[in-house]
C-alpha cells in the first residue's frame, strides 16, 4: 500500500510562487510515477504535471509550461520518497486544490488521466488572489 500526504498550498497574490510536496511512503524500493491534478470548484480534475518512476521524463500541460517544475527527491537513503511542483507566476486560474497522485508504471500520453493512477492524496489548497 502506497501513501501520499501534499503540502505547501496556500493563498498568493497573482506573479507569486508556491512549491507543492508531495511525500510517498509505503513502498520506498520502487519509483512510482507520479502526477500532479487540480480541481477547482465546478471544474473536472485536470492533470497538471507528471513524472516518470521509470526515466524521470516531465510531462506539462500547455498553460503551466515555463512556470511549474516537477522535480523528485531520489534519496535511496529514507523510506520516503518526495516530488515537488514548483509553481512561479501564479495566475488566478491556478486557484484549485491540487492533488498528488501514483501509478506503478509509466503512463505515457495517458498521464494527465486521473484513471491511470493507483494512489491518491488528500489534496491541497492553493488560492491566488490579489
Known amino acids: 500500500q502506497v501513501q501520499l500526504v501534499e503540502s505547501g498550498g496556500g493563498a498568493v497574490q497573482p506573479g507569486g510562487s508556491l512549491r507543492l510536496s508531495c511525500e510517498v511512503s509505503?513502498?520506498?524500493?520502487?519509483?512510482?510515477?507520479i502526477g500532479w491534478f487540480r480541481q477547482a470548484p465546478g471544474k473536472e480534475r485536470e492533470g497538471v504535471s507528471c513524472i516518470s518512476g521509470s526515466n524521470g521524463k516531465q510531462y506539462y500541460i500547455e498553460s503551466v509550461k515555463g512556470r511549474f517544475t516537477i522535480s523528485r527527491d531520489d534519496s535511496r537513503d529514507n523510506a520516503k520518497r518526495t516530488v515537488y511542483l514548483q509553481m512561479n507566476s501564479l495566475k488566478p486560474e491556478d486557484t484549485a486544490v491540487y492533488y498528488c497522485?501514483?501509478?506503478?508504471?509509466?503512463?505515457?500520453?495517458?498521464?494527465?488521466?486521473?484513471?491511470?493512477?493507483?494512489?491518491w492524496g488528500q489534496g491541497t489548497q492553493v488560492t491566488v488572489s490579489s
Open positions: 509505503g513502498d520506498s524500493r520502487h519509483f512510482y510515477t
Open positions: 497522485a501514483a501509478s506503478a508504471v509509466p503512463r505515457g500520453t495517458a498521464w494527465n488521466s486521473f484513471l491511470s493512477y493507483d494512489y
